[in-house]
């Protein structure tokens, strides 16, 4: 029997859309706890972090550039 937060497989659709959302707001540090535990039923840990690295090399990219382009002569 599954455990009692874990959804069937066809109703666990993770999308990519819904991922980067949790992401974010991740980042933020903002989450209502109700949209928190939806995302922890249909998300998968190997989207979360893909989406997560993704998103910290791109956070750190706009920042070299702001850099590089306020400092720039």
Do not use: C
Request: aromatic fraction near 8%; proline fraction near 8%.
């Amino acid at each position: 029997m599954a455990a009692p937060h874990e959804l069937p497989p066809e109703e666990r659709k993770p999308s990519l859309l819904r991922t980067v959302k949790a992401v974010a707001w991740g980042f933020f540090g903002v989450r209502k706890n109700s949209s928190y535990q939806e995302d922890i039923k249909r998300l998968t840990p190997l989207h979360i972090i893909a989406v997560g690295l993704v998103a910290a090399v791109l956070f750190v990219v706009a920042l070299v550039l702001l850099v590089k382009f306020v400092v720039a002569p």
